[in-house]
């Protein structure tokens, strides 16, 4: 089985202030609640992720690189492991009022639960994008 969500988000912003912070692999895994460590290697990172499964008692290393980049609207990773595969793209499209970033993100697990696990939270994941996304443009208090 494999889990698919799309979101869309809107900000009163320039769109190359959206792509310095979504092209970025850094600030795309510390947005990310399940990766509890990474490490950059250019358009690389990567993950080290809790996914709190009892077949997984330790933490995950997930190899992510960016495979696709048009700067600066698109974006495309994918990220490999033994647990699951994840595919995130981020799309930025100027509006009259600043720009829409849509996202989606897939994944495939390769072990009983990984699909569960990330189908009852990867709305919320894409909610905790969207939130370190807006602190990044001073959009919140």
Same mark, same amino acid.
Request: net charge negative; with cysteine.
């Given at each position: 089985? %494999?889990?698919?969500?799309?979101?869309?988000?809107?900000?009163?912003?320039?769109?190359?202030? !959206?792509? =310095? $912070?979504?092209? =970025? #692999?850094? &600030?795309?895994?510390?947005?990310?609640?399940?990766?509890?460590?990474?490490?950059?290697?250019?358009?690389?990172?990567?993950?080290?992720?809790? *996914?709190? *499964? #009892?077949? !997984? =008692?330790?933490?995950? @290393?997930?190899?992510?690189?960016?495979?696709?980049? =048009?700067? #600066? @609207?698109?974006? &495309?990773?994918?990220?490999?492991? &033994?647990? /699951?595969?994840? @595919?995130?793209?981020?799309?930025?499209?100027? %509006?009259?009022?600043?720009?829409? /970033?849509?996202?989606?993100?897939?994944?495939?697990?390769?072990? #009983?639960?990984?699909?569960? $696990?990330? &189908?009852?939270?990867?709305?919320?994941?894409?909610?905790?994008?969207?939130?370190?996304?807006?602190?990044? /443009?001073? /959009? %919140?208090?």
């Amino acid at each position: 089985m %494999t889990v698919r969500v799309r979101r869309a988000f809107e900000f009163e912003v320039p769109a190359e202030r !959206v792509w =310095d $912070f979504i092209s =970025d #692999p850094g &600030k795309r895994a510390e947005a990310i609640s399940v990766v509890r460590d990474y490490e950059i290697d250019g358009d690389a990172a990567t993950w080290h992720i809790d *996914l709190q *499964l #009892p077949l !997984v =008692d330790r933490t995950a @290393t997930v190899e992510t690189e960016d495979v696709e980049r =048009d700067a #600066p @609207t698109y974006v &495309k990773f994918v990220g490999r492991s &033994k647990v /699951l595969r994840v @595919t995130g793209e981020h799309r930025i499209t100027e %509006t009259e009022t600043g720009c829409r /970033l849509d996202n989606e993100f897939v994944v495939d697990g390769r072990l #009983p639960g990984v699909e569960r $696990f990330f &189908k009852k939270r990867l709305d919320d994941e894409l909610t905790n994008l969207e939130t370190a996304l807006r602190r990044d /443009l001073g /959009l %919140t208090a």
